[in-house]
């Protein structure tokens, strides 16, 4: 059974409340989507590592934890059936981390209001990019609800590389007006044994505006990727935690818990994004045509490095 597995460090830095936080947390993840997935992770929580598990099969999904003096897992909520949900928030932002685009990337390009401003050619190192400005107001008949803030949608510009698979290598986002707020990220790669991009490095930045002072950033360090068939179906089931697999045959009032966090499925969403950035590069056609002559429409053809 071939799935897809992985470890990644996850370092994150708060600013924005006046008082740090941060955060280093190191996830290893297996799974083959929609079916099966198991993440586990290491966290230092004043001063003591806690290990929590999480996954699911076609039974039942799990959550479980452990302190580093303890041997043993504890199971800290189990869910009978096909609920994949709050896994699936786990599993997000791991493998979505090269298409977080604010908003999400597979929204943006799929939404009618989604249009390119301008696109120009951008060479870095040995690498021929195309960097696409576009712009994405609001839905007009959508309005804010009681008390939030109209941001008036989003504009900002994306670098992809069309030889390979339309992989992002950096961004920049912001609202149109409202939150003072701005997005901004970079990507790096590594050939994977069949030579396709796999994500290495992976930085996002909030940044205040006008003072453009940083204040959140998000590294993703993904020491290992890629797919094995030497895992089995039961390192998907609480036996490969040392809980007995009867437990799961005992109804329990499913817990909620968990804070929300990404992994979703490096290979699905790399196909996604490289549809949806060939459907946006198909619709402005008519803007790219001067890339080999007689320039682009409110955009530069002049290769910068």
């Known amino acids: 059974m071939a799935v897809a597995e992985g470890k990644v460090r996850c370092v994150t830095d708060e600013m924005a409340t006046g008082t740090a936080k941060h955060s280093d947390v190191t996830y290893s993840f297996k799974c083959k989507l929609p079916e099966m997935a198991v ?16 996954g699911f099969n076609t039974e039942y999904s799990f959550s479980l934890k452990k302190a580093e003096d303890r041997n043993d897992y ?13 896994a699936y928030r786990r599993l997000g932002p791991l493998l979505e981390a090269p298409y977080l685009i604010r908003p999400s990337s597979m929204k943006m390009f799929s939404s009618p209001r989604f249009s390119v ?7 870095r190192g040995d690498k021929n990019l195309l ?26 510009s994306f670098v992809v590389s069309p030889d390979e698979q339309w992989v992002i290598y950096g961004y920049e986002c912001q609202p149109k007006k409202g939150i003072l ?38 590294s993703y360090d993904f020491q290992d990727f890629g797919f094995s068939d030497r895992v089995k179906e039961k390192d998907f089931t609480l036996s490969a935690f040392g809980i007995p697999e009867s437990v799961s045959q005992r109804p329990q009032r499913a817990l909620s818990g968990g804070a929300a966090f990404w992994l979703f499925g490096l290979a699905l969403l790399a196909l996604a994004a490289a549809i949806a950035f060939k459907a946006a590069s198909s619709r402005t056609s008519k803007a790219s045509e001067g ?8 955009g530069d053809a002049t290769p910068r490095q």
């Open 39 to 54: 993440i586990t992770s290491v966290a230092d929580v004043k001063g003591r590592a806690l290990y929590r598990a999480m």
């Open 74 to 86: 504890s199971v800290e909520a189990l869910h009978h059936g096909p609920d994949r949900t709050a």
């Open 117 to 123: 401003r301008s696109v120009r050619p951008v060479v």
């Open 131 to 156: 960097e696409i400005a576009f712009d994405l107001p609001a839905d007009p008949q959508i309005r804010p609800r009681k008390g939030a803030i109209d941001i008036g949608g989003y504009e900002g």
């Open 181 to 218: 707020r701005r997005f901004r990220g970079s990507i790096s790669y590594r050939a994977s044994s069949d030579g396709s991009p796999v994500p290495k490095t992976v930085l996002a930045q909030t940044l205040s505006m006008p003072e453009n002072n940083v204040i959140r950033t998000d």
């Open 291 to 298: 890339l080999d002559g007689g320039g682009v429409k409110n």
